[in-house]
Nanobody
Framework: VQLQASGGGLVQAGGSLRLSCAASGRTFSSYAVGWFRQAPGKEREFVAAIRWSGGSTSVADFLKGRFTISRDYAKNTVFLQMNSLKPEDTAVYYC??????????????????WGQGTLVTVSS
């Protein structure tokens, strides 16, 4: 399976972006898809996850209220809507898929497949 993350770019503080994660070679089926981010010099951190079947979601506490995750069955795509962006949101954002059956994995090592990442830069 290949994951393609897109939608990153340069945005001013307070702006919004929507990231997309599309799967090819295999559908997301009933498994979990997550977003992580990694800023320069920092460790990769959990952003959000969604269970494809049922749509249960989890968003990192410090991002709740600004970031939401959703899915589109027809497009086999997961979205990360980011609002009220801050300079500290600047990072490479990665999507990942877990096909092991975990409910909503929060740790990067729990994911089997990763996209290439898309850069989000928030200017002040």
């Amino acid at each position: 399976v290949q994951l393609q993350a897109s939608g990153g770019g340069l945005v001013q503080a307070g702006g919004s972006l929507r990231l997309s994660c599309a799967a090819s070679g295999r559908t997301f089926s009933s498994y979990a898809v997550g977003w992580f981010r990694q800023a320069p010099g920092k460790e990769r951190e959990f952003v959000a996850a969604i269970r494809w079947s049922g749509g249960s979601t989890s968003v990192a506490d410090f991002l709740k209220g600004r970031f939401t995750i959703s899915r589109d069955y027809a497009k086999n795509t997961v979205f990360l809507q980011m609002n009220s962006l801050k300079p500290e949101d600047t990072a490479v954002y990665y999507c990942a898929a877990d096909y092991s059956g975990r409910y909503l994995p929060l740790m990067s090592y729990e994911y089997d497949y990763w996209g290439q990442g898309t850069l989000v830069t928030v200017s002040s």
